[in-house]
């Protein structure tokens, strides 16, 4: 009889049934897309030896229990990767569509300076490459994909959050390839880091890139402000704003943002609009991990993409989020070393209490190192499982130590 605890499900350093390597030092992503669960895999700091060298690949999964396969390879010199499933109920002129149109988009880093986006058609399995801005003298990335509905025209757009480049805009057009027709130029430019997270709050569209939160203003001529900038004494944390994410307003009027801060001062946060963004703690991330573990983390990430929704069974919803921390006293940047082996997590109930959690599963011995969960996602298959990937090299060398695991909603909750 299978464990109903945590069960390992895939480890990079396979084959599939095709007989294609399956690599990757991380899992960057999980996205559940038309009955099936895909995961972005990367390369960064990869050391493969005599395994094929590989870039970032696109692995689907069909069946609980059943054989990963890559669905897509890209080239060596695209080493990570944005994946996101959206849903498109109208087109590019506001016209709403017959049925639902579900897209699965991928946009890997390029080290050759290219921002593209790619979507795959259900039909034929293929992949079809779009272009956004022009070829950079830097390696582009995609950090961000997020779908919104213009409040004033009611057109939905998508929006990638791309570095160097802009913030650029698309709409769904089934005449064009890759079924999106992108703009020339983008809505937002003229920032120096990368677009970390989209939210939707109160109705209005939210992007955090670092050192700052921007709110659009839609309308046919829509415009982005500042609504929120980082205090001083947090400036020098990596990439801002992790993790933005919706959460109902504690006084059950509206709703307000969470967000993380990575660093030696990682913690959560809590933005409220309805206040002119004030911004208050809702979690001290590290204080929270001494008060754990008997000892202070000297340096943490918290919600490296999103914080995932999840039912409880006394009904309400919680959040979960992906964390790593070292012990490194080397937190003035980045560390490399002292990072905790296991793979933690947050779990953030209703009344704004959190718990630590861990993965372990009971049938590896010794448990292979997990680092960091960088992503978290409800199955496709069935609603009362949920699967965790990850790994962060932490720019250490590194090979096949990207991983999966699934666990029973009850078990990952710790009930």
Sequence with gaps: MPSRGFQRVYQAGTRDLNGRFMGGTEIMHLAAHAGRLYAATSTMWDQPGEDP?????????????????????????????????????????????????PLLLAAPSDGQGHATVHSRDEGSGTWTRMALAAQSPRTASVRSLFLHRDTVTGIEHVFAGTLPGGLFRGGYDASVPGNIHWDEAPELADYKARPMAFAVCNGALHVAIKPHLYRRV??????????????????RISSGLRGLTTVPHPSGQGECMLAALEGNRARIIRIDPQDDYRATL???????????????????????DDMTPVPLPGGGTALLIGLEATHSAQHETHPKDGWEP??????????????LRQIIDPSLDPMPPLVSTRTIRVSPFDPETLYFGGYDP??????????????????????
Excluded at 84 to 101: I, Q, Y
Excluded at 218 to 235: F, I, N
Excluded at 286 to 298: A, D, I, N, V, Y
Excluded at 342 to 355: A, E, K, T
């Design 218 to 235: 839609d309308g046919e001529a829509p415009r982005w402000e500042k609504v929120y900038t980082l205090p001083e004494d947090v400036t």
């Design 53 to 101: 060298a590989v870039g970032a690949q696109v692995l689907v999964l069909d069946r609980p229990g059943g054989a990963w396969r890559v669905d897509h390879a890209f080239e060596t010199r695209n080493w990570r990767m944005s994946l996101v499933s959206l849903t498109f109920t109208g087109d590019r002129h506001g016209r709403t569509l017959e049925a639902p149109v």
């Design 394 to 415: 932490n720019s250490m060398p590194a090979h096949n130590t990207g991983w999966v695991f699934s666990a029973p909603l009850d078990v990952a909750l710790g009930a």
């Design 342 to 355: 296991g793979g933690r997590y947050l779990i953030r109930h209703p009344d704004q209490h959190y718990v």
């Design 282 to 304: 809702d979690l001290e991330v590290l204080q929270f991990l001494e008060t754990q573990w008997g000892r202070r983390p000297g340096y943490a990430i918290v919600a490296y």
